[in-house]
Nanobody, 125 residues
Framework: HVQLVESGGGSVEAGGSLRLSCQASGYNYTGNCMAWFRQAPGKEREGVASIHTSASSSRYGDSVKGRFTISQDDSKHTVYLQMDSLTPEDTAMYYC???????????????????WGQGTQVTVS
């Protein structure tokens, strides 16, 4: 079965950085979309960044463009989210999503992803 193991969350001061990791197993990693979403208390889940595991093409949510970078390591079946210049508005539970449908791009929409991780908390103060 599909497993997505997230790590790297924590607490950081504003202006700091964190790197999240999501290791995937249990399915054909190659040729799919993977993404990071986040959800803050009282808010809807929003797409942060997506990447195609073969093409490595990526997309970003408007609120994180220029600050966050998504990447992936095919040999480790792992997707990373490098988060720089963090602000308190970035505080949320971050979720890894996988088995996303390729539409010519990896859409930042929850509906195209079949598998989800448990989430890792990021708190910026």
């Amino acid at each position: 079965h599909v497993q997505l193991v997230e790590s790297g969350g924590g607490s950081v001061e504003a202006g700091g950085s964190l790197r999240l990791s999501c290791q995937a197993s249990g399915y054909n990693y190659t040729g799919n979309c993977m993404a990071w979403f986040r959800q803050a208390p009282g808010k809807e889940r929003e797409g942060v960044a997506s990447i195609h595991t073969s093409a490595s093409s990526s997309r970003y949510g408007d609120s994180v463009k220029g600050r966050f970078t998504i990447s992936q390591d095919d040999s480790k079946h792992t997707v990373y989210l490098q988060m720089d210049s963090l602000t308190p508005e970035d505080t949320a539970m971050y979720y890894c999503a996988a088995e996303g449908l390729w539409l010519g791009y990896c859409k930042l929409s929850q509906t195209i992803y079949n598998s989800w991780g448990q989430g890792t908390q990021v708190t910026v103060s």
